[in-house]
């Protein structure tokens, strides 16, 4: 087991690698980098600052290497529009993308595969019915329609909850969170459910699926011969082997996750990493935009490489492969 | 002396879109205890939904409409599927053909036979490593204590079929159906299981029903055999008497089949025709469009009949001569 | 009935068994023709600025306008007849997915089996490619892509494809390693074919069916998407109104209660992906072979 993890560990740095590299590359091939970095109608004084400060006038494999180093100093350089730098301002947007995407996330896997398994065990029945047809709705939906539906029921109709921002926050670990606040619930609760909404419409069809395939099975049939009760058969034997396709496709829908948060976030206004890349691609806050791009390269690669490893200690038929 | 098992008139049909589908219509056979019965039919012929049908292991759309399985005193066929759950796996057990395919890959040996034996009863883990290691010794396996916490993909086919055996084994049940459990395996395998088999089941004194396609490996081990033909049990009896001394067309066809009764060279005589689809059967005797002694009379569905030790259901049985 | 016994024949058969089914593939093809004959049958031409009324503008569902229409859905913020603006926006929507679909599929599809069909280094690393894509969420890399490229019809198919064509590929692929192992590849490449004959006229064709049930997972997907873009106003520019446009135009209004310029026009979208993932799930339920009983 240590030498797969240690294997994949190796992997993600050569992807890691690669990718700074593509970034790399794909910061000159749009133009000149010194665009990036600052806004159009900079003099040409500041520009020549630039220049040697951050050594656009050396070799390239050099100022590939200054680039390396500035990531690794987490050096984004300074927002054109805010003007603080950019490191700072991604970190003080984090805490707000986390809670409400872990939130969502949570809430979909908690909700969504005992929901699923029970569709799956009783297909044919009425509520198994209902779970799907409201599945496929949730899963067609898009999100911001939802939000839109939501923003609507809950907050101008009904008057329940706020149609947006967040709420009180509590300071943790150098950090504000809202999730300790009961008004940081009030304000949290509609976009983490619209977030929430296709991971969990997923997360019931991928139960049900796997559940009502697994019945069917013959490793489900001698479990019962040997008189196991349908509700160790469930919870010992299917959720077990449905976990493993599950967390893949959850790992992978975490990015995704993160991707529709950026959605979420435009609709109520909330005040994360996703509303921050979508400013910034209207106001061409570059720098903004690299290092985004960059700090979602790192995360992909990170919660691949997590995946892979839960798969293999979920499935030990995949531990010999190393 | 009562038989372990007595099964009456036990019919399992499946409803599907296209009809029912009479897997099962009318079979009744006896078991006494230590027992071992070969049942014995080629794909189609209901051997497998009857060794289903008496663990009440039928789903939807299949059912048991009709019969009785008597078995220590109860009603199988009439259980609710609470009281079901204790018989199954504590006094009644089951075997199935493809080991990788009935353990579970993802749990350990020794978790998989924990679940088999918590099944019936709250224990203590180390009486339960006790247990396994026994059974696990028992039915051949090596080092057992060393091996409970590996996995099924960590074992050969015929290793992985001994542990579902084992499994089978935990409660001492006194009857055990095993699906063709050597079907999937390496020829050389299959021997050594079979004797294997053989060697517990006299030890044990546990009954065994023992399905399969296959004559040969079926008159090794079984005391009687009962052939089935679309769903219904064509002839029954004492092995030896079967083997030697055939009455149904049909036992009679599959004995001559059997490679080992030919000497080499001569072509391998075959049943003409196939056996009719479940869905559409003829209304009398299902082997009649396949058999050469047919005529008018076997329009009428035959009755089981006794003819000496063996039970028939033919209107023209081969005589009782030697063959 | 002979019809039946060809699996197309077979295939419908069961397919007409489920009614749901039946019901949103016929929602789906009333869609797709009200779209396609949009100029037609709108009773308004929504780009036609000369037939704007600013005067009728806002209005809700039912009101009668200056010119004698009777908006049915009521007016958007420029006074447009949302039904005409529907329409057309629907038109928008599908013809932008579906080619990017199509397209999507045609490439990936080539990509995966090629792949699987060369092997070796150049195999492995085109599939590494894709997979490292398909971890990356479509929305984020159509985002980027629109980012980098604008707006435009064009950019936005090409941010669609490049979103979607990995899920074709991946699956082609999967199918096509499936399909390379068996005797018939070996027969067709020793008579001999040239191996582009043997991928597209006999290997792909096999591979179909996995590619069907993505195809009909993507449609919907890429409709979203589509939509998506352009409600945050990265996908089509302001003068080809797509659905996801009408409903990023009426967002605003909605606080104030006038809810049926967005509503009305998510509707028609939330209708017509639901339908297509009805029917989607029909015959992905059909062409599955592990629930075959």
């Given at each position: 087991m240590l030498g797969f993890v240690i294997q994949r560990l190796g992997q993600a740095f050569v992807v890691m690698f690669c990718t700074s590299i593509l970034v790399f590359v794909g910061v000159y091939a749009i133009g000149n980098p010194i665009d990036v970095l600052i806004?159009?109608?900079?003099?040409q004084e500041i520009r020549d600052q630039l220049m040697t400060r951050y050594g656009f006038d050396l070799p390239l494999y050099q100022q590939y290497f200054g680039f390396v180093d500035r990531l690794l100093h987490h050096d984004?350089?300074?927002?054109?529009?805010?003007?603080?730098p950019v490191t700072e301002l991604i970190l003080n947007r984090l805490p707000a993308t986390l809670e409400l995407t872990l939130v969502a996330v949570l809430g979909a896997a908690l909700i969504g595969i005992p929901l699923g398994m029970y569709a799956g065990y009783r297909p044919a029945g009425a509520p198994a019915r209902i779970i799907m047809a409201l599945s496929t709705v949730g899963f067609s939906v898009p999100t911001f329609w939802i939000g839109l539906v939501l923003i609507f029921t809950f907050?101008?109709?009904?008057?329940?909850?706020?149609?947006g921002d967040r709420g009180e926050t509590v300071r943790f670990l150098g950090a504000d969170w809202s999730v300790f606040t009961l008004d940081g619930w009030r304000h949290l609760l509609l976009p983490a459910a619209n977030l929430a909404l296709f991971k969990l419409s997923l997360m019931i069809r991928l139960a049900r699926a796997g559940t009502r395939e697994l019945m069917l099975t013959d490793t489900i049939k001698f479990a019962r011969a040997s008189g196991q009760s349908e509700w160790t058969l469930l919870r010992r034997h299917v959720l077990r082997l449905i976990s493993i396709p599950l967390v893949a496709v959850f790992g992978l829908e975490l990015g995704s996750t993160l991707a529709f948060a950026v959605v979420t976030e435009t609709i109520y206004s909330w005040p994360g990493l996703g509303k921050l890349i979508i400013d910034s691609i209207f106001s061409l806050d570059r720098p903004v935009m690299l290092a985004y791009l960059i700090l979602v390269a790192f995360l992909f690669i990170v919660i691949n490489l997590l995946v892979d490893i839960s798969y293999a200690a979920l499935d030990p038929r995949l531990r010999r492969k190393a | 002396m009562t038989p372990l098992l007595e099964v009456t008139d036990l019919a399992t049909h499946f409803l599907t879109r296209a009809g029912?589908?009479?897997?099962?219509?009318g079979v009744s056979f006896q078991l006494a205890p230590g027992q071992v019965l070969g049942l014995v039919g080629e794909s189609g012929s209901g051997k497998t939904v009857t060794g289903f049908s008496l663990l009440r292991l039928i789903e939807p759309p299949g059912r048991i409409v009709r019969g009785a399985i008597r078995f220590e005193g109860q009603d199988l066929a009439a259980l609710d599927e609470r009281a079901m759950r204790r018989v199954r796996g504590k006094r009644l057990s089951m075997v199935f053909q493809d080991p990788m395919m009935t353990?579970?890959?993802?749990?350990t040996i020794l978790q998989q036979m924990t679940l088999a034996l918590r099944a019936h009863g709250r224990l203590p883990l180390p009486r339960i490593k006790d247990r396994c290691v026994e059974v696990l010794t028992l039915v051949g396996i090596p080092g057992a204590a060393g091996r409970l916490?590996?996995?099924?993909?960590?074992?050969?086919g015929g290793m992985r079929q001994r542990v579902a055996i084992a499994i089978a084994l935990l409660h001492e049940p006194s009857l055990i159906v095993a699906d063709?459990?050597?079907?999937?395996?390496d020829v050389s395998v299959q021997a050594q299981i079979l004797a294997e088999m053989r060697d517990l089941v006299g030890r044990l004194g546990t009954s065994l029903i023992w399905i399969s396609h296959d004559l040969a490996t079926v008159s090794s081990l079984a005391d009687r055999i009962a052939v089935m033909y679309a769903g219904r049990i064509v002839e029954q009896g004492p092995t030896s008497q079967l083997l030697r001394r055939p009455r149904h067309p049909y036992t009679r066809g599959l004995l001559d089949s059997l490679p080992s009764r030919t000497p080499p060279g001569r072509e391998l005589p075959h049943i003409p025709g196939m056996m009719p689809s479940l869905l559409a059967?003829?209304?009398?005797?299902?082997y009649a469009p396949r058999c050469?002694?047919?005529?008018?009379?076997?329009?009428a569905a035959p009755e089981p009949t006794a003819l000496g030790a063996v039970v028939l259901r033919c209107h023209h049985p081969l005589e009782a001569s030697a063959s | 009935m002979i019809r039946e016994s060809t699996p197309w024949g077979r295939f419908w058969k069961e397919f007409r068994e489920n009614r749901v089914a039946v019901a949103a593939l016929a929602v789906v093809a009333a869609m797709v023709l009200l779209a396609l004959f949009a100029p037609w049958v709108a009773?308004?031409?929504?780009?036609?600025?000369?037939?704007?009324?600013?005067?009728?503008?806002?209005k809700p569902p039912g009101f009668m306008g200056a010119d004698g229409y009777s908006h049915w859905l009521g007016t958007d913020a420029q006074g447009r007849d949302l039904l005409s603006a529907i329409l057309y926006g629907l038109a928008i929507s599908l013809q932008v997915s579906l080619t990017a679909g199509v397209i999507a599929l045609g490439l990936g599809a080539t990509m995966g089996v090629s792949a699987a069909f060369v092997g070796g280094r150049t195999e492995a690393f085109l599939m590494r490619i894709v997979d490292l894509q398909l971890s990356f969420p479509a929305l984020l890399l159509a985002l980027l892509m629109a980012a980098i490229f604008g707006q435009g019809r064009s950019e936005l198919t090409v941010a669609l494809v490049a979103a979607q064509y990995a899920y074709f590929a991946r699956t082609a692929h999967g199918a096509a390693v499936a399909e390379r192992s068996k005797e018939y590849v070996e027969a067709a490449l020793s008579i001999p074919l040239r191996p582009r004959t043997v991928i597209f006229r006999h290997i792909l064709p096999n591979c179909m069916s996995p590619l069907i049930v993505v195809a009909t997972i993507q449609v919907a997907h890429a409709i979203s998407l589509e939509a998506t873009l352009s409600f945050l106003g990265?996908?089509?520019?302001?003068?080809?109104?797509s659905l996801g446009m009408l409903i990023s135009n009426g967002f605003q209004y909605m606080l104030s209660g006038r809810y049926w310029i967005s509503i009305f026009p998510g509707i028609a979208l939330l209708v017509l992906i639901v339908a297509i993932n009805l029917v989607g799930d029909q015959v992905r339920d059909q062409l599955n072979p592990r629930l075959t009983r």
């Open positions: 806004s159009p109608d900079a003099t984004f350089g300074t927002s054109l529009v805010f003007n603080i907050s101008v109709t009904l008057g329940w909850l706020p149609a | 029912a589908m009479k897997a099962v219509d353990l579970n890959p993802v749990l916490d590996a996995y099924p993909h960590e074992f050969s063709e459990p050597t079907t999937a395996l059967l003829p209304p009398g005797c299902a050469p002694r047919a005529d008018a009379r076997c329009a | 009773p308004q031409d929504p780009y036609d600025l000369a037939s704007l009324n600013l005067a009728d503008a806002r990265l996908g089509l520019p302001p003068t080809e109104p």
